[in-house]
């Protein structure tokens, strides 16, 4: 029994699984090329009152999840819950918009929340997301939404459902709020506890209640896709209209509206069927009016993150994920003390010519030695004794097909080469 244990709603990512982790992260760094979106990483602490600011102080993170603490200068510090402040703060403190009218940045990320742990809800995860910064085309809508669905599409996943909404801008959201604050004031006391403070605090949240009755009274509230400004209309027509296009199935949730208060125009999840309680896997929107709230210019932008664990459930209940080591491609097996030296440098060679390599380095018998190169994977053994070492060649072994040969040295990297089918270097 280990002494000291990981901390709840923590993960460890295990050998065997990386090689997931590593083909998910390739996947993601294909699609970002493709699409043109570069890398932003940035410092896993921020100020607590960037988040405060920006995802907005009566939002669960701000209120209940962050990881907030006093650093040695009494400075409030917080591990970032999420990625979207920290690349707007980024973006304005290295005045990235004076470099490029229009940034498409991309990012993978740990974050952290200090939410009830469950399956799919950890308190450190890892997202994948894009953020463009500068336009407020909502072309732009239509291609976060297509990169998201690009990324999912390339590993495979099935069974989507992409659900869009608009809420609004400060032209229109303002005088709805007020409509909302109507409705909702003679009832609210039907509502659950939650509901009733976010009617004080932050009336717009009342909508995404989760809870069935909640919901049922929500069904006859007026809706804000009811009632937006020309602007927010025309710009969701068009999103719907390019979705169409674009033969997109998607569905509109007028009560969709999302967790973080930064949210202008476009909203939109992508969630699946194969997750329990927390479907969500994508969640993003327009916020037009983030950056000049941390004390930018005006700078339309618009982008989504995608949680990266709950993707991987989705595409283990979809049989998607190789839980296995990449093979290794040539295991030398050595008997006696002078192959053992002798094999020091082979590896070392072999290596350079860029080939993976390994050896045994605890004295094993050869046959446990074969073990070990059948549980590595090996796919060239080569043996190394005295009489190979006298007679200046491998005794070499093709593990697929079992077959075996004597392979002089001088010929060695020619043969492997051409196993493999790569050119030496
Ligand atoms: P979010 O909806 O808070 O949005 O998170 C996005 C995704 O991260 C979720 O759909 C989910 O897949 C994953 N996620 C969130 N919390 C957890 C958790 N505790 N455990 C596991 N996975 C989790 C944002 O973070 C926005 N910054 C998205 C965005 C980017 N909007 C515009 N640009």
Not at 86 to 115: C, D, H, T, W
Not at 268 to 276: A, V
Not at 348 to 358: E, I, N, P, T, V
Request: hydrophobic share 35%.
């Amino acid at each position: 029994m280990a002494k000291y244990n990981r901390i709840k709603g923590t993960q460890d990512i295990l050998p065997q699984e990386s090689y997931s982790w590593q083909y998910i992260e390739n996947t993601i760094k294909e699609c970002m090329l493709s699409f043109n979106y570069k890398e932003i990483r940035t410092p896993v602490l921020e100020k607590t009152e960037l988040f405060a600011r920006s995802i907005g102080q009566e939002t669960d993170i701000v209120s209940k999840e962050m990881y907030t603490f006093l650093d040695r200068g009494k400075k409030s510090i917080t591990l970032k819950p999420e990625m979207t402040a920290p690349v707007i703060r980024a973006y304005l403190e290295n005045n990235l918009g004076s470099q490029s009218p229009l940034n498409k940045l991309y990012y993978i990320s740990s974050l952290f929340r200090q939410e009830n742990p469950q399956a799919g809800r950890l308190r450190q995860f890892n997202q994948f997301g894009a953020e463009a910064i500068g336009s407020n085309s909502p072309d732009l809508d239509l291609e976060v939404i297509l990169l998201a669905l690009e990324v999912y599409n390339k590993l495979g996943i099935r069974g989507l459902n992409l659900r869009i909404n608009s809420v609004g801008d400060f032209t229109c959201r303002e005088p709805y709020k007020k409509q909302l604050k109507s409705y909702l004031k003679p009832i609210i006391s039907e509502y659950c506890n939650d509901c009733q403070q976010r009617f004080n605090t932050n009336i717009m949240r009342v909508l995404d209640c989760k809870k069935n009755h909640c919901r049922e009274l929500n069904n006859k509230a007026p809706k804000l896709i009811d009632n937006l400004c020309e602007d927010c209309q025309t710009s969701f027509d068009y999103v719907k209209q390019s979705l169409a296009d674009f033969e997109i199935k998607y569905s509109i949730n007028p009560y969709l509206v999302r967790g973080l208060d930064y949210y202008t125009k476009t909203v939109f999840e992508i969630t699946s069927d194969d997750l329990g309680a927390q479907d969500a896997i994508c969640g993003g929107g327009r916020y037009d009016l983030l950056c000049e709230e941390l004390g930018g210019p005006p700078t339309p932008a618009v982008g989504f993150a995608s949680g990266i664990e709950r993707l991987m459930m989705v595409m283990d209940a979809q049989d998607l994920l190789k839980n296995e080591f990449l093979p290794l491609q040539i295991y030398i097996a050595t008997l006696g003390s002078d192959a053992s030296r002798e094999s020091q440098k082979w590896l070392f060679y072999l290596r350079k010519k860029g080939f993976s390599a390994d050896k045994d380095f605890l004295s094993r018998s050869l046959k446990a030695q074969m073990r070990d190169a059948n549980r590595q994977k090996a796919q060239i053994v080569l043996m190394l004794g005295e009489n190979e070492i006298n007679s200046h060649e491998f005794s070499v072994k093709e593990m697929e097909s079992g077959n075996q040969s004597n392979i002089k040295f001088e010929n060695i990297i020619k043969y492997l080469s051409n196993y493999f089918n790569s050119d030496p270097k």
